[in-house]
């Protein structure tokens, strides 16, 4: 299945100022999730944003905030963004067929996360090299279940030639010029 920019949203899980410093490659994982969130604007994706309880984990890393919509974010208290009911409905709310999920801990709230959105039909990306947790073991064993459950893993290059869909365009120009470096 390819990834359509008008039936898809981007969401983004947990990359919190007190979880970051002990995933694992945290610096490659927040330039490859705000690669991806300026790319879903440039394609006109939807982009949440969950917070795990932010009034201890903290709010979302401030190299991010600039280029997640504020009236996206949404706190949690579920490792599930689709356990905890306020998520849920925001999530239905745009009623995306198709959910790219990034953010961390990829074994946790990503995976959780991901396998109940396809328990609800829906087609369910994973973006590999936008997604830790603190043990790399712990990724990859979540990558490899979420796979077996059906869920596609694919990197943020896939995502973003995907979005953009062809060349000849403004948004390719865009995209060529000041995303592949």
């Given amino acids: 299945m390819l990834i359509y920019p008008n039936s898809s949203c981007l969401l983004v899980v947990d990359i919190q100022e007190k979880l970051v410093p002990a995933v694992h490659e945290s610096e490659t994982l927040v330039t490859n999730v705000r690669w991806l969130a300026e790319v879903a604007k440039?394609?006109?994706v939807p982009i949440l944003t969950?917070?795990?309880y932010p009034k201890g984990l903290g709010r979302t890393v401030p190299e991010l905030l600039d280029v997640l919509p504020e009236e996206g974010f949404m706190d949690k208290l579920h490792f599930s963004c689709m356990s905890d009911p306020s998520c849920n409905e925001k999530i239905n709310s745009?009623?995306?067929?198709?959910v790219i999920i990034v953010g961390m801990e990829a074994h946790v709230c990503v995976m959780q996360t991901a396998i109940q959105i396809k328990q609800q039909?829906?087609?369910?990306?994973?973006?590999?090299?936008?997604v830790s947790s603190r043990n790399p073991a712990d990724k990859q064993a979540a990558l490899e279940r979420m796979r077996h459950c059906g869920i596609h893993i694919v990197t943020k290059e896939m995502v973003g030639f995907e979005w953009i869909q062809k060349s000849g365009t403004e948004e390719f120009k865009t995209f060529?010029?000041?995303f592949l470096r």
């Fill in 176 to 178: 060529s010029t000041q």
């Fill in 50 to 52: 969950s917070e795990q």
């Fill in 42 to 44: 440039l394609a006109g």
């Fill in 121 to 130: 039909a829906r087609e369910v990306y994973v973006v590999a090299d936008a």
């Fill in 94 to 98: 745009i009623r995306p067929n198709q």
